[in-house]
C-alpha cells in the first residue's frame, strides 16, 4: 500500500525565511504526488502535484516542490516565508493505475514569526 | 464556479444519538468523496462515490455509518448510533475526473463533536 511520512508536525520559521515542509512516500512505483494547505476552518486546497512530467512543480502562492525518485521524497518549499503562510499542510499520494483514492499524511502545521 | 458545499458546519450531539450530514458537489463532478479527519491526524477516505455507484468503502465503519448519493449529484453521510470517537471533522470531495482532471475540491467540512 502507498503512504506518505510528513517529518515533522509542526514547523516554525521567521517572515521571510526559506520553507521546507518534508514529505517522503512509500511506493513500488513511482506515484502521483500532491501537497494541500489547510487553513482554520476551511477545507483543503491544491498546492500542486506531481503527476510524471516535471520534476520541479511549481504550485500557488510562490510554493515549488520537487520530486526525488532517488530519495523517494516531494519536499515543499517556498524561498521567503510570509504571514499569511500559516496553516496546516498535507502531503497526499495516489496510485497512478487510476482510482483516484488519496492517501494523507498527518500534516505539519506550519507557524511564521515576525 | 460554486464550490463544494456542506451543511451543517458544526454540529454537537450526545453519544448514542444519530446524525446526518449533507454534500452538494461542484456541478457536472461525477466523483464525491467522503473523508474524516481526526483532530491531529489527515483526513480517511470513508467512501467514494462514482455517479449513483460505491467505488470504495472498505475504511467506512458499516454498523454505523452509511452514506448514499440519491440521482448522482447530492450525498449524505449518516452515523447511527455515534460513539465519542466519532468526533472529527467530515469533508466532502468531488472531482471530474475525465482525461487528466482528476483534481479533488474540497468543501469547509462540518466538524461533528460527540460528548
Known amino acids: 500500500a502507498q503512504s506518505v511520512t510528513q517529518l515533522g508536525s509542526h514547523v516554525s520559521v521567521s517572515e521571510g525565511a526559506l520553507v521546507l515542509l518534508r514529505c517522503n512516500y512509500s511506493?513500488?512505483?513511482?506515484?502521483?504526488l500532491f501537497w494541500y494547505v489547510q487553513y482554520p476552518n476551511q477545507g483543503l486546497q491544491l498546492l500542486l502535484k506531481?503527476?510524471?512530467?516535471?520534476?520541479l512543480v511549481k504550485g500557488i502562492n510562490g510554493f515549488e516542490a520537487e520530486f526525488k525518485k532517488s530519495e523517494t521524497s516531494f519536499h515543499l518549499t517556498k524561498p521567503s516565508a510570509h504571514m499569511s503562510d500559516a496553516a496546516e499542510y498535507f502531503c497526499a499520494v495516489r496510485p497512478t493505475g487510476g482510482g483516484n483514492k488519496l492517501t494523507f499524511g498527518t500534516g505539519t502545521q506550519l507557524k511564521v514569526e515576525l | 464556479e460554486a464550490g463544494v458545499a456542506q451543511s451543517p458546519r458544526y454540529k454537537i450531539i450526545e453519544k448514542r444519538q444519530s446524525v446526518a450530514f449533507w454534500c452538494n458537489p461542484i456541478s457536472g463532478h461525477a466523483t464525491l468523496y467522503w473523508y474524516q479527519q481526526i483532530l491531529g491526524q489527515g483526513p480517511k477516505l470513508l467512501i467514494q462515490f462514482q455517479n449513483n455507484g460505491v467505488v470504495d468503502d472498505s475504511q467506512l465503519p458499516k454498523d454505523r455509518f452509511s452514506a448514499e448519493r440519491l440521482k448522482g449529484v447530492d450525498s449524505t453521510l449518516k452515523i447511527q448510533p455515534a460513539k465519542l470517537e466519532d468526533s472529527a471533522v467530515y469533508l466532502c470531495?468531488?472531482?471530474?475526473?475525465?482525461?487528466?482532471?482528476?483534481?479533488?475540491?474540497f468543501g469547509p467540512g462540518t466538524r461533528l463533536t460527540v460528548t
Open positions: 506531481y503527476t510524471s512530467a516535471a520534476t
Open positions: 511506493s513500488s512505483v513511482p506515484p502521483y
Open positions: 470531495a468531488s472531482s471530474l475526473d475525465q482525461g487528466y482532471s482528476y483534481e479533488q475540491y
